[in-house]
């Protein structure tokens, strides 16, 4: 056997190398059809749910039609439903929680990965990721215990003394004088009263923190060292490095990881039911109670019958639709971002 | 032929992980102001007997549901179903235990129980109609009572709740505005206010409002001290909560003639009842798919009724009149033949 | 001139070294906050008997069946969606380049991250509870699985957004280099850029469970919860957060403050995770040199 084998030495090697290459490009098309078979798993999970509560929806929707949109009338006893005000309140929240969240987690990535000292950036990133660990319910109970009534306490008197028509110390500041409309957005008519639309953002806020900073950390130091080294070299600042070195490097990760947060901010419900409020009524300020889609199925799913619950579920599928719009936009401007930049 | 090879596979893989140690574990689900009470119990039960009841809180409406859909044993809701539905389902029902919902407020100087209201005026306030608490008629109903002159802030439930359903169904009872404004329901489109999370944020709320007006259940307010209020029931007497008046409540609302035990409590005739009185309905179906199932759950709800009791009290709830015992008793004999 | 301009560049930089160390401390500040009143809330319930005790007691009781439960649930959830999700990010970021279907699945993997979590349960109710029950003529209806292919479903989109995003970040040398030395594509995947791509992957995968251990919505209709202990995944599984969220609404003081007990212990139990994997991952930094 040996001998043979070593006789025809070369013809073998190049039929085992022929025979390698085949059992490469056989395992490769496997392990290829696996990953794809893994996404696919993916979009059908989306597609699936989708479908689901556009199937459980379909009263809701052939009742309503259009209308559904537009209205904002939720009456359970009359059974006359509309997704306005959830809908307004969940993109409301979300946009409020990423205004607040995406400066702060950047300041942290920054600080863990070009401020603190060696020994102190394992401790510290470990406990940001903790408030993701937190259960939302933990953050619902805080923010109704203990957020809300700091909030009634000193910032919204505060907010509605500057900027509302009707403040509580009763002089109507140069700001409302002099900018429409501005004091729409600050009006409440429970002065007060913590929960609301700002409460609801700043939670929905910290709890997307975590996710933000966590992935904009970890992208930050994936960026070369001798790139940064090069730059510090040239003297820049570090902040030079980062704003110039570092985002444009890392930039469409550090994006993926605020649609990780946004997509936690619209979908989140508990923390969100105890501090929106829950009312449906339509108004544009953010001091006044409102209701998003996802905390009015928790409220109200459990009781929920006939058409109350297909609207429910009518809802979560437009929960769906928006955020595809939502990401839509993003993904446009990021493109013309990139053209701009390309010119 | 698939399929049965399939359900003999599925059986095989449930008997490899145990599932025949299991056969008398029974499993209900509904109404969350049960819950307390029905797990106290089953631990008591389990002690006595080995047999588990497992009940968990996802609401009356998704209680109904499963139960229609057959994946649990028992169903426990706070709102009636009707004789019609329940023939359509070949369901069966009967009440559990009895409780009691509070209005809460928070003024200044008043002392628990201290505050009277009646129901048209309770309804009045939760229509908007009453500004401030200053308002001539509830100063009519409280000679005597220093109340603060501030602004009437209602509190009220934001999600679905048998709270709600109960509350607004005394409203409407005692207020024909309510009754064709708003109605009742496990959740309303309220005419004012702000909406509190379940009893703990209606409570914390009316804790937070200075001049706030709420209602939770009784536990819940006698357990964390709020101020309550009384309130004049349909016999004209002024009641303050209390398990007397709960009980009281129960016995003299007329059962014998609703079928199916088909009956809301609220504004009871009794000289002692208390008007916001609620009972929760367990659901079952008459011919069960699963006799063992079946027998278990009515020896646990016989023993709790017999045997449950203390333990009812001291979670604040009331155990059921001995003569609703009795008819529910006949109702099982008459109704569940297997 | 270049003085001033070296003032402001060097202000500028302050300011924002400044502004980065005041927004941890905002992270900092807000985690103490919350972990204080848990802890302050809770502390009176942290006694042996939440290890020991069942919730079926009630006051009398503890929480250890949940936190059993819990840690089947979650250790199913990450079981299902590790794989899947690490498989699908590398096909994104590795495979999709020529195909209209990776900007396709990335874009829905996105949607997925913010479906609300109780109509992903719904969703498992529907393909996996009611199938059960029909197969097992209702012996089988809740079950731990159900609950931990719901809590998967959850995980997978977080998982494959960061697997797809740390692997996209991996220098293309590193790829060039191994397919000039004939490594074939899948070996190259598996033991270089997955290794280099490690830290982040992992990160991804502790995010994915510290979102979990926190969801109590779409448990409701798949787990269901139970008051007894048990250790079987196709029986009725209680978890944590269903508990939490059970004894906070509860009329009872007692109940509530063993509600925030728990709820300090599943967050211990997060650190302790993230910790313990950090220690265990940290050790093969790959450069990206």
Same mark, same amino acid.
């Given at each position: 056997?040996?001998?043979?084998?070593?006789?025809?030495?070369?013809?073998?090697?190049?039929?085992?190398?022929?025979?390698?290459?085949?059992?490469?490009?056989?395992?490769?098309?496997?392990?290829?059809?696996?990953?794809?078979t893994c996404a696919l798993i993916v979009l059908v999970s989306l597609v699936g749910a989708a479908a689901s509560t556009l199937w459980l929806?379909?009263?809701?929707?052939?009742?309503?039609?259009?209308?559904?949109?537009?209205?904002?009338?939720?009456?359970?006893?009359?059974?006359?439903?509309?997704?306005?005000?959830?809908?307004?309140?969940?993109?409301?929240?979300?946009?409020?929680?990423?205004?607040?969240?995406?400066?702060?987690?950047?300041?942290?990535?920054?600080?863990?990965?070009?401020?603190?000292?060696?020994?102190?950036?394992?401790?510290?990133?470990?406990?940001?990721?903790?408030?993701a660990?937190?259960p939302s319910?933990?953050?619902?109970?805080?923010?109704?215990?203990?957020?809300?009534?700091?909030?009634?306490?000193?910032?919204?008197?505060?907010?509605?003394?500057?900027?509302?028509?009707?403040?509580?110390?009763?002089?109507?500041?140069?700001?409302?004088?002099?900018?429409?409309?501005?004091?729409?957005?600050?009006?409440?008519?429970?002065?007060?009263?913590?929960?609301?639309?700002?409460?609801?953002?700043?939670?929905?806020?910290?709890?997307?923190?975590?996710f933000?900073?966590?992935?904009?950390?970890?992208?930050?130091?994936?960026?070369?060292?001798?790139?940064?080294?090069?730059?510090?070299?040239?003297?820049?600042?570090?902040?030079?490095?980062?704003?110039?070195?570092?985002?444009?490097?890392?930039?469409?990760?550090?994006?993926?990881?605020?649609f990780l947060?946004?997509g936690r901010?619209l979908g989140e419900t508990m923390?969100?039911?105890?501090?929106?409020?829950?009312?449906?009524?339509?108004?544009?300020?953010?001091?006044?109670?409102?209701?998003?889609i996802a905390?009015?199925i928790a409220?109200?799913f459990?009781?929920?019958?006939?058409?109350?619950?297909?609207?429910?579920m009518?809802?979560a599928f437009?929960l769906f639709?928006?955020t595809f719009?939502?990401?839509?936009?993003?993904?446009?401007?990021?493109?013309?971002?990139?053209?701009?930049?390309?010119? | 032929?698939?399929?049965?090879?399939?359900?003999?596979?599925?059986?095989?893989?449930?008997?490899?992980?145990?599932?025949?140690?299991?056969?008398?574990?029974?499993?209900?689900?509904?109404?969350?102001?049960?819950?307390?009470?029905?797990?106290?119990?089953?631990?008591?039960?389990?002690?006595?007997?080995? #047999?588990?009841? +497992? &009940?968990? %809180?996802?609401? *009356?409406?998704?209680?109904?549901?499963?139960? =229609?859909? $057959? @994946?649990?044993?028992?169903?426990?809701?706070?709102?009636?179903?009707?004789?019609?539905?329940?023939?359509?389902?070949?369901?069966?029902?009967?009440?559990?235990?009895?409780?009691?919902?509070?209005?809460?407020?928070?003024?200044?100087?008043?002392?628990?129980?201290?505050?009277?209201?009646?129901?048209?005026?309770?309804?009045?306030?939760?229509?908007?109609?009453?500004?401030?608490?200053?308002?001539?008629?509830?100063?009519?109903?409280?000679?005597?009572?220093?109340?603060?002159?501030?602004?009437?802030?209602?509190?009220?439930?934001?999600?679905?709740?048998?709270?709600?359903? #109960?509350?607004? +169904? &005394?409203? %409407?009872?005692? *207020?024909?505005?309510?009754?064709?404004?708003? =109605?009742? $329901? @496990?959740?309303?489109?309220?005419?004012?206010?702000?909406?509190?999370?379940?009893?703990?944020?209606?409570?914390?709320?009316?804790?937070?409002?200075?001049?706030?007006?709420?209602?939770?259940?009784?536990?819940?307010?006698?357990?964390?001290?709020?101020?309550?209020?009384?309130?004049?029931?349909?016999?004209?007497?002024?009641?303050?909560?209390?398990?007397?008046?709960?009980?009281?409540?129960?016995?003299?609302?007329?059962?014998?003639?609703?079928?199916?035990?088909?009956?809301?409590?609220?504004?009871?005739?009794?000289?002692?009842?208390?008007?916001?009185?609620?009972?929760?309905?367990?659901?079952? &179906?008459?011919?069960?798919?699963?006799?063992?199932?079946?027998?278990?759950?009515?020896?646990?709800?016989?023993?709790?009724?017999?045997?449950?009791?203390?333990?009812?009290?001291?979670?604040?709830?009331?155990?059921?009149?001995?003569?609703?015992?009795?008819?529910?008793?006949?109702?099982?004999?008459?109704?569940?033949?297997? | 001139?270049?003085?001033?301009?070296?003032?402001?560049?060097?202000?500028?930089?302050?300011?924002?070294?400044?502004?980065?160390?005041?927004?941890?401390?905002?992270?900092?500040?807000?985690?103490?906050?919350?972990?204080?009143?848990?802890?302050?809330?809770?502390?009176?319930?942290?006694?042996?008997?939440?290890?020991?005790?069942?919730?079926?007691?009630?006051?009398?009781?503890?929480?250890?069946?949940?936190?059993?439960g819990s840690?089947i649930l979650n250790v199913i959830g990450i079981l299902i969606a590790t794989p899947i999700g690490v498989m699908a990010g590398?096909w994104l970021?590795?495979?999709?380049?020529?195909?209209?279907?990776?900007?396709?699945i990335r874009f829905l993997n996105d949607i997925l991250l913010s479906a609300p979590s109780i109509v992903l349960g719904l969703f498992v109710y529907t393909i996996v509870v009611l199938p059960s029950?029909?197969?097992?003529?209702?012996?089988?209806?809740f079950s731990g699985i159900a609950g931990g292919i719901a809590l998967a479903l959850i995980a997978l989109p977080v998982i494959v957004r960061t697997t797809d995003?740390?692997?996209?970040?991996?220098?293309?040398?590193?790829?060039?280099?191994?397919?000039?030395?004939?490594?074939?594509?899948?070996?190259?995947?598996?033991?270089?850029?997955?290794?280099?791509?490690?830290?982040?992957?992992?990160?991804g995968v502790l995010l994915a469970l510290a979102r979990i251990s926190g969801e109590t919505a779409p448990l409701l209709f798949t787990a269901f919860?139970?008051?007894?202990?048990?250790?079987?995944p196709?029986?009725?599984m209680?978890s944590?957060p269903q508990?939490?969220?059970?004894?906070?609404?509860?009329?009872?003081?007692?109940?509530?403050?063993?509600?925030?007990?728990?709820?300090?212990?599943?967050?211990?139990?997060?650190?302790?995770?993230?910790?313990?994997?950090?220690?265990?991952?940290?050790?093969?930094?790959?450069?990206?040199?």
């Amino acid at each position: 056997m040996h001998a043979t084998v070593s006789s025809n030495a070369p013809t073998t090697a190049r039929a085992e190398e022929a025979a390698r290459n085949a059992r490469d490009t056989r395992n490769d098309r496997l392990f290829g059809g696996l990953l794809k078979t893994c996404a696919l798993i993916v979009l059908v999970s989306l597609v699936g749910a989708a479908a689901s509560t556009l199937w459980l929806g379909r009263d809701a929707f052939a009742t309503f039609g259009w209308g559904f949109l537009t209205s904002s009338a939720w009456d359970p006893t009359n059974n006359q439903y509309g997704a306005l005000v959830p809908v307004m309140g969940t993109v409301t929240t979300a946009l409020i929680a990423l205004i607040f969240a995406v400066p702060v987690s950047f300041g942290i990535a920054l600080f863990l990965t070009e401020i603190a000292p060696n020994w102190l950036r394992g401790p510290v990133s470990s406990a940001i990721e903790l408030l993701a660990g937190i259960p939302s319910i933990i953050y619902g109970m805080w923010g109704l215990f203990i957020f809300a009534p700091f909030v009634a306490t000193y910032i919204k008197p505060w907010l509605m003394n500057n900027l509302s028509a009707d403040p509580p110390d009763g002089k109507i500041s140069w700001l409302v004088q002099h900018v429409p409309f501005i004091a729409k957005f600050f009006s409440s008519e429970y002065p007060f009263f913590g929960a609301g639309v700002l409460t609801a953002g700043l939670v929905l806020a910290i709890m997307i923190i975590p996710f933000i900073s966590s992935v904009m950390r970890e992208v930050f130091q994936t960026v070369p060292t001798r790139l940064k080294e090069s730059a510090y070299a040239l003297g820049s600042s570090t902040w030079e490095v980062v704003w110039d070195i570092v985002v444009p490097y890392t930039r469409t990760a550090v994006i993926g990881g605020i649609f990780l947060g946004l997509g936690r901010a619209l979908g989140e419900t508990m923390a969100v039911a105890f501090v929106l409020g829950n009312t449906f009524k339509f108004t544009p300020s953010i001091l006044e109670t409102g209701s998003s889609i996802a905390s009015t199925i928790a409220n109200q799913f459990g009781e929920a019958e006939g058409l109350q619950k297909s609207a429910l579920m009518a809802i979560a599928f437009l929960l769906f639709v928006v955020t595809f719009i939502v990401l839509t936009i993003a993904r446009l401007m990021l493109r013309r971002l990139a053209s701009k930049e390309g010119s | 032929m698939f399929t049965r090879k399939l359900r003999i596979a599925a059986l095989v893989a449930a008997s490899l992980f145990g599932m025949s140690a299991q056969a008398t574990d029974i499993t209900g689900a509904g109404s969350s102001f049960v819950y307390p009470v029905l797990s106290k119990w089953s631990a008591t039960y389990a002690e006595k007997t080995g #047999n588990k009841l +497992n &009940y968990q %809180s996802v609401g *009356s409406g998704a209680g109904i549901a499963q139960i =229609k859909e $057959g @994946t649990i044993d028992f169903g426990a809701s706070d709102a009636p179903m009707s004789a019609e539905d329940l023939a359509k389902f070949g369901l069966g029902q009967f009440p559990a235990v009895v409780g009691g919902i509070v209005p809460i407020v928070n003024l200044q100087g008043v002392a628990a129980g201290q505050l009277k209201l009646d129901g048209a005026l309770l309804a009045d306030i939760y229509l908007g109609k009453i500004a401030r608490w200053s308002d001539p008629r509830i100063a009519a109903l409280n000679p005597g009572v220093k109340i603060p002159d501030v602004k009437v802030t209602v509190v009220h439930r934001s999600d679905g709740s048998g709270t709600s359903f #109960n509350f607004t +169904n &005394y409203l %409407s009872k005692v *207020s024909p505005e309510w009754a064709s404004k708003v =109605k009742f $329901g @496990t959740a309303v489109e309220w005419p004012a206010g702000v909406g509190g999370k379940g009893n703990e944020g209606v409570s914390q709320y009316v804790r937070q409002i200075p001049g706030s007006i709420g209602y939770v259940e009784y536990a819940y307010a006698k357990k964390n001290a709020i101020s309550y209020t009384q309130l004049q029931n349909a016999a004209g007497k002024w009641i303050e909560p209390s398990a007397v008046t709960f009980a009281a409540a129960a016995s003299t609302a007329d059962w014998k003639s609703a079928k199916d035990f088909n009956l809301i409590m609220t504004n009871a005739p009794g000289d002692q009842a208390w008007p916001i009185t609620a009972t929760t309905w367990i659901i079952m &179906y008459k011919k069960s798919k699963n006799a063992s199932h079946t027998k278990v759950a009515f020896d646990f709800f016989k023993w709790s009724m017999e045997n449950g009791q203390s333990q009812a009290a001291s979670l604040d709830y009331v155990a059921l009149p001995d003569t609703l015992v009795k008819q529910i008793e006949a109702y099982w004999a008459a109704e569940y033949k297997n | 001139m270049s003085a001033s301009l070296y003032t402001t560049r060097r202000i500028k930089n302050i300011v924002a070294m400044i502004l980065s160390v005041v927004a941890t401390g905002i992270g900092l500040l807000f985690l103490a906050w919350i972990l204080w009143e848990t802890l302050s809330q809770g502390i009176a319930g942290l006694k042996p008997a939440l290890f020991t005790k069942i919730t079926a007691y009630r006051e009398e009781g503890g929480l250890a069946n949940a936190m059993v439960g819990s840690l089947i649930l979650n250790v199913i959830g990450i079981l299902i969606a590790t794989p899947i999700g690490v498989m699908a990010g590398t096909w994104l970021a590795e495979y999709s380049r020529r195909s209209k279907l990776g900007p396709t699945i990335r874009f829905l993997n996105d949607i997925l991250l913010s479906a609300p979590s109780i109509v992903l349960g719904l969703f498992v109710y529907t393909i996996v509870v009611l199938p059960s029950k029909w197969l097992t003529n209702g012996d089988v209806t809740f079950s731990g699985i159900a609950g931990g292919i719901a809590l998967a479903l959850i995980a997978l989109p977080v998982i494959v957004r960061t697997t797809d995003e740390m692997l996209r970040l991996v220098p293309g040398t590193l790829r060039e280099a191994a397919l000039s030395l004939g490594v074939p594509q899948w070996k190259l995947t598996v033991q270089i850029l997955i290794r280099a791509a490690r830290s982040g992957i992992v990160t991804g995968v502790l995010l994915a469970l510290a979102r979990i251990s926190g969801e109590t919505a779409p448990l409701l209709f798949t787990a269901f919860g139970n008051n007894f202990m048990t250790f079987n995944p196709i029986d009725k599984m209680p978890s944590l957060p269903q508990v939490i969220y059970e004894y906070t609404k509860d009329p009872s003081p007692d109940i509530n403050t063993l509600a925030w007990a728990g709820a300090f212990v599943l967050t211990m139990f997060v650190l302790a995770l993230s910790l313990v994997a950090r220690f265990v991952f940290s050790r093969s930094k790959v450069s990206h040199d």
